[in-house]
């Protein structure tokens, strides 16, 4: 399940099961958007992205959805693995600008 | 072709003393960025520069951080003066486009302030 507390909210799910970590943006003028993975020590490792004239786009186990109505990203992992493991943060940017603006991030923590 | 090269990996000060951190951004990339990070959250942008010039500087604190990044040799982020406050992890990241959509981050220096 999902808890929110003092520190990152967790997600925690059994090993094989799909995960879906949700992630809502500030900006209505984000056009492009970015999820990364950061396991404990490590920077952060480019997953997947989406542009705002797409809702959808797959990679290898990873499918990323974008509502731009409701400003809403989501990140889904099937058959999640222990190795998926990490804290997921979004970013989003828009065309033209330099920098990044990063979510609070979440917590993926996988059971066996 | 080696990822961003940050060093030291692990950096402790005590209060009042400076603190460099070194960023060397991949092989061809001449934009580097410099992001933040406190524990439990997430990165937030201070600066991005490109060889020689600093490009935007809105995420930097007005006092005692600077940042450069000269012709030769690596990108420096310098604290001056350190506060208990300025302990986190400090995230380097580079792009051969200078668009912030195609950076590689490295492994961060973090700062410990004692």
């Known amino acids: 399940g999902e808890s929110v507390g003092l520190h990152l909210p967790t997600l925690s799910v059994q090993e094989g099961d799909n995960s879906i970590i949700n992630c809502a943006y500030s900006?209505?003028?984000?056009?492009?958007f970015i999820w990364y993975k950061q396991e404990s020590g490590k920077g952060p490792q480019f997953i997947i992205d989406?542009?705002?004239?797409?809702d959808k786009r797959q990679g290898q186990r990873v499918t990323v959805l974008l509502n731009k109505t409701v400003k809403h990203l989501s990140l889904q992992i099937a058959a999640t693995q222990p190795g998926d493991s990490a804290v997921y943060f979004c970013?989003?940017?828009?065309?033209?600008?330099?920098?990044?603006?990063f979510g609070a991030g979440t917590r993926l923590a996988v059971h066996p | 072709n080696a990822g961003v090269m940050q060093n030291p990996r692990h950096l402790v000060r005590r209060r009042g003393q400076e603190a460099r951190l070194r960023c060397s951004p991949m092989?061809?990339?001449?934009?580097v960025y410099w992001y933040r990070q406190l524990p439990e959250e997430g990165l937030k942008f201070m600066v991005y520069?490109?060889?020689?010039?600093?490009?935007?500087e809105s995420g930097m604190p007005k006092e005692r951080f600077s940042a450069e990044f000269p012709k030769e040799g690596p990108s420096i982020l310098r604290i001056q003066q350190v506060v208990r406050g300025d302990s986190a992890a400090y995230f380097c990241?580079?792009?051969?486009?200078?668009?912030?959509?195609?950076?590689?981050f490295g492994q961060g220096t973090r700062l410990t302030v004692v």
């Open positions: 990241a580079s792009s051969e486009t200078g668009s912030g959509t195609e950076a590689f």
């Open positions: 900006n209505s003028a984000s056009d492009y």
């Open positions: 989406i542009r705002s004239n797409m």
């Open positions: 970013a989003e940017t828009a065309r033209g600008y330099n920098k990044l603006i």
């Open positions: 092989k061809g990339h001449s934009h």
């Open positions: 520069l490109q060889k020689e010039n600093i490009i935007d």
